[in-house]
């Protein structure tokens, strides 16, 4: 039960927290609720559906399917944040400015909605996968484990929503004013941490075999597999020993996305688009 | 738009690159030593893996168990699912001298190992 317990709690707030994360994002947008639904509800299908070919994956590319997955579906999280972002730049800040009115401003986060809803539904998926095949696990052992799953799983779904629900109603703490400025430095960092993780799994595929060492190691301070860890790990993309590849996809994306953000921002460089 | 086309550019490109970079893996991954180590009952057999220091080695895990497990180790930054009945190849990074527990995380109580790097 309690093995349970922490599988399910782990990986739910892995994924509630981006979850939270993206309706702090969209305070205000009409339509959020049904794109983050529909986010969730794809993810748990497509959770479901990879842990039923988890075999088939994971014989693919020489045994590596599973790493290439993961890290595809993750670059196209890190491709679908840095969209979200980068258009809120270019127009959201611009009508705050202006004070247009409010349903303008609804039309352009209505934009990207699609691009933060597939970035619920990789997350849910990603972590989903995990709990549908650990619980399917022990569901076929049979016998007295499964009342303890079915409660110790839903301790943990529910611990998990608590945290991640924490984490909404505290970004909602936020001044509406500033509220833009800090969800866009936490997808920014989201993205970052996503990168970073993608790196490591293409590194552990086989496929990217440059820069492996450990660049530090803080496993003394925080350790990965604690609740701290993972916390900061999903928010910030905390490793406690980042080789020199991740560090750089880190850096890379915090630039990439900053660099599009202020280039779509300026106000001399933004002629009408043909 | 044409800024957004350049957002994906930046990010497919790295992702070009790296797929480049991935065309010489094939000789090296075969090359390293590779270690077969077996999961039945939800424990590892071997439950101590010895490798060599500085040197990247291949542990291929055969699961001879009816459901799936999860290799995971932090230490070494390995997650990897291995289906019941199933093999997953797991890919070692070359490791300072130390010791490097991994377990399978879905029936951690039982399914306990380390690697050793010397």
């Known amino acids: 039960m309690i ?37 969730v509800m794809a993810g748990v299908l497509g959770a479901c559906l990879v842990a039923g070919f988890a ?9 590596s399917g599973q ?5 595809a579906i993750l670059l196209l999280a890190v491709a679908m944040l840095t969209w979200h972002n980068v258009w809120m730049a270019s127009h959201g800040k611009q009508m705050a400015r ?21 970035v619920v539904g990789v997350a849910v998926l990603r972590e989903g996968s995990e709990v549908v095949l650990f619980l399917y696990g022990i569901a076929a052992q049979g016998g007295t484990t499964a009342a303890g799953m079915v409660v110790g799983g839903g301790l943990g779904l529910l611990g998990g929503a608590v945290v991640s629900a924490l984490m909404y109603f505290g970004l909602l703490k936020v001044p509406a004013s500033k509220l833009f400025q800090v969800t866009s430095w936490l997808i920014t960092l989201l993205a970052a941490g996503m990168a970073a993780q993608a790196v490591l799994l293409l590194q552990n595929g086989g496929l990217l075999e440059v820069f492996t060492s450990t660049v530090w190691d803080t496993s003394w301070l925080i350790r990965d597999d604690s609740i701290t860890g993972k916390l900061l ?10 080789n020199g590849a991740q560090l750089i996809a880190y850096g890379a994306t915090i630039a990439m996305i900053l660099v599009l953000m202020r280039l779509v921002n300026a106000p001399a460089a933004r002629p009408k688009p043909a | 738009m044409k800024r957004l086309l350049l957002a994906f550019a930046f990010i497919a490109v790295p992702i070009a690159t790296s797929a480049g970079t991935g065309l010489s ?9 590779s ?80 690697v050793i790097a010397e």
């Open chain 1, 3 to 39: 093995s349970a317990l922490i599988i399910v709690f782990r990986e739910v707030i892995e994924a509630g927290l981006i979850v939270g994360i993206v309706l702090a994002a969209t305070t205000g947008v009409p339509g959020r609720e049904r794109a983050v639904t529909m986010g």
């Open chain 1, 55 to 63: 075999g088939e994956l994971a014989n693919l590319f020489q045994g």
């Open chain 1, 67 to 71: 790493e290439f997955f993961n890290a």
């Open chain 1, 98 to 118: 202006e004070l247009k009115a409010a349903g303008h401003r609804v039309k352009t986060g209505e934009r990207t909605l699609a691009a933060l809803s597939v």
């Open chain 1, 233 to 242: 790990h999903t928010l910030v993309g905390y490793s406690e020993a980042p």
């Open chain 2, 25 to 33: 893996f094939v000789a090296p991954a075969l090359a390293d030593a």
């Open chain 2, 35 to 114: 270690i077969e180590l077996h999961l039945k009952n939800h424990k590892f057999t071997p439950s101590t893996i010895k490798v060599k220091a500085n040197t990247p080695s291949m542990i291929i895990l055969h699961n001879d168990d009816e459901t799936a497990d999860e290799f995971d180790s932090s230490s070494l930054k390995i997650e990897k699912v291995v289906p019941g009945h199933g093999k997953g190849n797991i890919r070692v990074r070359a490791l300072a001298p130390g010791k490097y527990p991994f377990m399978g995380e879905y029936h951690a109580a039982t399914a306990q190992g380390v």
